[in-house]
């Protein structure tokens, strides 16, 4: 059986192909929304979040002979922990990674903390893009300037408010906002600075900036980690099993 660790829309796409191939699949995610998405296809699916100890009898139980590590760019401890229990139980690694587009209009950072600090000396609103987990990071720069875009899920809504944000702070939407909703997004909250993280296209990047370019905002982008995946691809036909 293939195990793809998944909770991405590439999951999703390297599932159906597989299926497509009569291979059999198991698909695990560590969200509602991600297990919603893997069960509309014919796979297994497991929702959990698996530490090493838990990957590794994941193998042994399902007789996993190929992992396939689909999960976010930013996901660094999952994509770490496949690959230690790949090592461990001697099965095959294979890291989808999505195509890297560099945006000319925009400033990339290293960290969070890279990023805080030159907002810092800013003035303007901002608009986080980066998921619901580091909102929290942000309020040295001025609670009242952030607007956070999540997804419309009770555990992201609630670390908005743990954070400190008031509903009218909150944006709740799922998928890839086209360039036009972004724009009206944008001026209806007056915003000057975007941040968001190097996700690829997948993530809706192109949209968002495009849109940020055409009103003048200025787009925050923090970089991808770097690891150093045994094998790497980023189109569904390399695949090879």
């Known amino acids: 059986m293939i195990w793809i660790i998944g909770g991405t829309s590439d999951a999703q796409k390297i599932a159906d192909y597989l299926t ?9 995610t560590t969200t509602p929304y991600g297990a919603q998405l893997a069960k509309s296809g014919k796979v297994t699916v497991i929702q ?13 139980d399902y007789s996993i002979n190929t992992i396939i590590d689909a999960s976010h760019p930013f996901a660094q401890d999952v994509s770490k922990n496949g690959i230690e229990a790949a090592l461990a139980t001697g099965v095959k690694y294979l890291r989808f990674e999505r195509e890297n587009i560099h945006f000319n209009n925009a400033k990339y ?8 600090e030159y907002l810092k000396n800013s003035d303007g609103n901002i608009l986080l893009t980066i998921g619901s987990k580091n909102i929290d990071l942000f309020t040295p720069v001025g609670i009242n300037r952030i607007t956070a875009r999540v997804l419309p899920v ?11 944000l008031k509903a009218h ?27 968001t993280k190097d996700s690829g296209a997948e993530g809706g990047m ?17 970089k991808r980690p770097q690891l150093n995946y045994p094998v790497v691809f980023s189109n569904i036909n390399q695949i090879e099993i």
Do not use: R, W
């Open 20 to 28: 497509a191939n009569h291979k059999k699949v198991l698909v695990s």
């Open 48 to 60: 959990k979040a698996l530490n090493l100890n838990d990957m590794v009898q994941l193998i042994n």
């Open 109 to 116: 950072f290293e960290s969070y903390d890279d990023i805080i």
């Open 154 to 164: 009770a555990d992201s809504i609630n670390l908005c408010n743990q954070a400190g």
């Open 169 to 195: 702070q909150i944006i709740a939407c799922k998928g890839i906002l086209n360039t036009q909703t972004n724009k009206a997004l944008l001026t209806e909250y007056n915003i000057k600075y975007m941040v």
């Open 206 to 222: 192109v949209e968002k900036i495009s849109a940020a370019n055409q009103l003048n905002v200025e787009v925050l982008i923090l």
